[in-house]
C-alpha cells in the first residue's frame, strides 16, 4: 500500500534537509565546536566534583578522629548516616 | 541512485538487490550493537560482584560513565583516527591502493556519512560498532583499578584508552589499510592484541602508579585476598559478557551478502561466520578446561580461563580448525590463572579482576599464535604472507603504544592527586564518599574479611588498620576503629 506515496518526491525534499546540514557546511561545524566544548567541560566537572566530595569526606573523617570500618558496629546514633558516618556520630 | 525508487517497484532487479542488501547489512551492524551491549551489563555485574560491599556503586558507576565519556570523545576524534592514521599519521598516498576509498573523510564528525544520509546506510552503524568495541577496552581496564581508583580519573584514563590509544593500534594493524597489514602481513582478525592486548598492557602502565589496595600485602609482600560480596554476580556478569562477545566476533567481520564470498574479515580477506563462531565455542570450552585444571577448580579462574581462551584463539579465529583453537584455549586458560598468579604474587601489582592477565598476556600470546600456527596466510589486500615475524613487529609496536600512554597520564594523575581516593575514604568505602549512602540498607552489616597469605579467614578490621598505618607513614586513627 505505501507504493502509493510518492517517495522519490519525498526523499528528494529530505535529503536537502538535515538540522544544521549539509555535512562539511557551518551549521555543522559549529555544532561540532558546540559538542567538544560540552565533552571537555563535563570531564572537567567530574573531576572537580569528585574531588571536592572526596576531600571533604577525608576532612570529616579525619576531624571525627576515628575510621568507621564497614562491618563493625557503628554505636548509638542513625543506622545509616547521610554522610560521613563518624562526622554524624560523635558520641563513640 | 535514489533508492525510495525501490519502494514503488520501478528500479531494475540489480538495484533492488543492492539497496536490499545494504539494509541487510545496516541491520546485522545494528543488532551486533545491540548485543554487545550485554558486554558491559556483563563487565558492570563481574567488577560489581568483585568489590567489597562497602564499593559496589562506585565500581558499577564506572561501567556506565565509560560510554557518558568514551561515546563523544570516539565520535569526536577517535573515529577519524581510525579512518585517517593508517600510515600512522594522515596522510596521501598510502603503501596500499585505496581499499575503502574516502574513508578518512567520511569520519570526520561533520561529515554527511555521520549524519541522517539516505545515500549511507552503513556508516552509522559501522561506526556504532567500533564505539562498542572502545567501550570494551575501557571496561578491561576498569576492574583492574577497583575500590581505590577515583571515579574522575578512570573516566580520564578510559578516553585516553578508548578513544586515542585502541583506535590508533587498529588503524595501524586492525584494517585493510593498516601499515602494519599491507607490509608485514599482520594477522589479528578479532583482535586478541588490539583490543585485549592493547587494553591489558595500558592497564599495566596505570596499576604500577595507582598501587595496590590497602591490606593488600602484608608487611612481607605477601598478597591477601579480598572477599567480592558477590561471587555469583560476578559469575553472572562473566556468562552475559561470553553472550556478547558472540556479537563482537560477528561485527569484526564485513559482510558482502551478494558478493561471493559474503563474508570477508577486517583484512577484507574472506571468511565465514560459521568458522568464527565455531571457533569462539571451541574456545570457550578449552579456555574453562584449562582454568578449571590450572586453578584446580577454583570457580573465578575457571570462568576467566573461558575468556582468556576466546582471546587466545581470537587472532586466527578465521583459520584456526576447531582442533587447533581447542589445543590453544586450553593452554590460553592456564596461561591466564599461572601469569595472573605470578602478577598477583611476584610482582606485586594488585590487579583486583586479572585484567592483565587475562586480556593482556592472552591477548599477545593470541598474536605470537599466529605467526606458529598460521604463517603462510596470505593477508588482506596486499596478500601479504602472515609470519612470525610480522606478528612481532605488530607487538613490539602495539607494547609501547598501550603502556607507555597508559603509564604516562596515570603519573600526571597521581602528580596531582587525582589518582587515587584518600585513603580515610578508601578504608571507608567509596560508596559513602561518592554518593553519601550504603547500597543494602535494609541488610544488616556484617564484619568484613579477609584471607590471609596462610589461606586463613580472619576479620579485616584490624588488618586494615594496620595496613593504614603504613600508607599514612604511623598514622593512628582514633580508637572508634574495633573499639
Redesign the interface.
Known amino acids: 500500500m505505501?507504493?502509493s506515496f510518492p517517495?522519490?518526491e519525498?526523499?528528494?525534499e529530505?535529503?536537502a534537509f538535515?538540522t544544521f546540514?549539509?555535512?562539511?557546511?557551518t551549521g555543522?561545524?559549529i555544532?561540532?565546536v558546540l559538542?567538544?566544548i560540552?565533552?571537555v567541560v563535563?570531564?572537567v566537572g567530574?573531576?572537580r566534583?569528585?574531588?571536592t566530595?572526596?576531600?571533604a569526606?577525608?576532612e570529616a573523617?579525619?576531624a571525627?578522629?576515628?575510621?568507621?570500618?564497614?562491618?563493625?558496629d557503628?554505636?548509638p546514633g542513625p543506622s545509616?548516616p547521610?554522610?560521613?558516618?563518624?562526622s554524624t556520630d560523635p558520641g563513640? | 541512485m535514489?533508492?525510495?525508487?525501490a519502494?514503488?517497484?520501478e528500479l531494475p532487479l540489480p538495484e533492488k538487490v543492492s539497496l536490499d542488501s545494504s539494509i541487510l547489512t545496516e541491520q546485522f551492524y545494528f543488532y551486533t550493537v545491540v548485543l554487545m551491549w550485554l558486554i558491559h551489563v556483563g563487565f558492570m555485574a563481574y567488577e560489581a560482584g568483585a568489590a567489597?560491599?562497602?564499593n559496589i556503586m562506585s565500581t558499577a558507576m564506572k561501567n556506565i560513565?565509560t560510554i557518558?565519556?568514551v561515546t563523544?570523545?570516539f565520535?569526536?576524534f577517535g573515529w577519524y583516527i581510525y579512518g585517517c592514521f593508517e600510515e600512522g599519521w594522515p596522510k596521501d598516498g598510502h603503501n596500499s591502493p585505496a581499499a575503502l576509498p574516502g574513508f578518512c573523510g567520511a569520519t570526520a564528525?561533520?561529515?554527511?556519512?555521520?549524519?541522517?544520509?539516505?545515500?549511507d546506510h552503513v556508516s552509522a552503524v559501522f561506526f556504532l560498532a567500533f564505539l562498542l568495541f572502545s567501550w570494551t577496552t575501557g571496561s578491561i581496564m576498569s576492574g583492574a583499578l577497583i575500590e581505590r581508583v577515583?571515579?574522575?580519573?578512570y573516566?580520564?584514563l578510559t578516553?585516553i584508552l578508548g578513544s586515542v590509544v585502541w583506535i590508533m593500534d587498529a588503524a595501524w594493524g586492525w584494517s585493510s589499510g593498516g601499515w602494519l597489514v599491507t607490509r608485514y602481513g599482520f594477522h589479528d582478525a578479532i583482535a586478541s592484541g588490539v583490543v585485549h592486548g592493547v587494553a591489558g598492557a595500558f592497564t599495566l602502565g596505570v596499576l604500577l602508579n595507582l598501587g595496590p589496595r590497602i591490606g593488600k600485602y602484608d608487611r612481607e609482600g605477601r598478597a591477601r585476598t579480598f572477599r567480592g560480596h558477590n561471587t555469583h554476580l560476578t559469575l553472572m556478569g562473566l556468562m552475559l559478557i561470553f553472550t556478547g562477545f558472540y556479537a563482537f566476533y560477528a561485527a569484526c567481520l564485513v559482510i558482502q551478502s551478494t558478493t561471493f564470498p559474503g563474508w570477508l574479515n577486517i583484512y577484507l580477506s574472506p571468511t565465514t561466520l560459521g568458522a568464527i563462531a565455531l571457533v569462539i565455542t571451541v574456545g570457550f570450552a578449552g579456555g574453562f578446561t584449562g582454568g578449571w585444571f590450572a586453578s584446580k577448580g577454583d570457580p573465578f579462574w575457571t570462568l576467566s580461563g573461558g575468556l582468556a581462551g576466546v582471546i587466545s584463539v581470537s587472532a586466527g579465529a578465521d583459520v584456526y580448525h576447531p582442533s587447533l583453537a581447542y589445543l590453544l584455549a586450553t593452554s590460553g586458560g592456564m596461561l591466564a590463572v599461572f601469569a595472573g598468579v605470578w602478577i598477583e604474587r611476584k610482582l606485586r601489582i594488585d590487579d583486583a579482576v586479572g585484567a592483565v592477565a587475562v586480556h593482556g598476556v592472552c591477548g599477545f600470546y593470541g598474536v605470537f599464535l599466529v605467526g606458529i600456527f598460521a604463517g603462510g596466510y596470505p593477508t588482506g589486500i596486499n596478500s601479504v604472507e602472515s609470519s612470525f615475524g610480522g606478528q612481532l613487529v605488530g607487538m613490539l609496536a602495539f607494547l609501547p603504544l598501550a603502556f607507555l600512554p597508559g603509564y604516562a597520564v596515570s603519573w600526571l594523575l597521581k602528580k596531582a592527586n587525582?589518582l587515587r581516593?584518600?585513603p580515610?575514604?578508601e578504608?571507608?568505602?567509596l560508596d559513602?564518599?561518592?554518593f553519601?549512602?550504603?547500597f543494602f540498607?535494609e541488610f544488616e552489616?556484617?564484619?568484613?574479611t579477609i584471607v590471609l597469605p596462610t589461606g586463613e579467614e580472619v576479620?579485616?578490621?584490624a588488618v586494615?588498620?594496620d595496613s593504614?598505618s603504613q600508607v599514612t607513614n604511623g598514622h593512628r586513627?582514633?580508637?572508634?576503629?574495633?573499639?
Open positions: 505505501f507504493d517517495f522519490d519525498w526523499s528528494d529530505i535529503d538535515w546540514g549539509p555535512g562539511g557546511s555543522t561545524y555544532m561540532t559538542g567538544i560540552l565533552m563535563a570531564i567530574w573531576v566534583l569528585e574531588d566530595k572526596l576531600r569526606q577525608a573523617l579525619r571525627a578522629g576515628g575510621l568507621p570500618l564497614p562491618g563493625l557503628p554505636g545509616q547521610p554522610f560521613a558516618g563518624p563513640t | 535514489n533508492w525510495i525508487l519502494l514503488g517497484g567489597r560491599r562497602k560513565l557518558a565519556v563523544p570523545t565520535y569526536y564528525p561533520w561529515s554527511d556519512a555521520m549524519g541522517p544520509n539516505l545515500q577515583r571515579l574522575s580519573a573516566l580520564i578516553v587525582l581516593v584518600p580515610e575514604v578504608l571507608e568505602g559513602i564518599a561518592e553519601q549512602q550504603d540498607p552489616r556484617v564484619p568484613e576479620d579485616s578490621a586494615l588498620l593504614f586513627p582514633g580508637a572508634r576503629i574495633g573499639s
